[in-house]
């Protein structure tokens, strides 16, 4: 999927947030009534103004043969943030 999608995609968070319990429930969304974790997020733009960036969450879920988005937004919380 990166190999289309670039720079974009990211496939995981960062080590940082990874290690992060707070941030990393942050990332966590409802699917059908199940808790999922979703670290592989599309990204456009860099600034804090969320008029110039965007930040989708999203998650495969194999099962189904779906996406699942978990957010569309402004970017979740980080390290001091």
């Given at each position: 999927?990166?190999?289309k999608l670039g720079a974009i995609h990211s496939a995981r968070e960062s080590d940082t947030v990874s290690s992060n319990k707070e941030?990393?429930?942050?990332?966590?969304?409802d699917v059908e009534g199940v808790p999922t974790e979703m670290s592989k997020h599309l990204k456009i733009g860099?600034?804090?103004?969320p008029t110039r960036t965007?930040?989708?969450?999203?998650?495969?879920?194999?099962e189904s043969?779906?996406?699942?988005?978990?957010h569309?937004?402004?970017?979740?919380?980080?390290?001091?943030?």
């Open positions: 999927m990166s190999s941030l990393m429930r942050h990332r966590q969304f860099v600034a804090d103004d965007i930040r989708v969450h999203f998650e495969i879920m194999q043969k779906k996406v699942a988005i978990g569309c937004g402004v970017h979740l919380p980080l390290p001091g943030r």
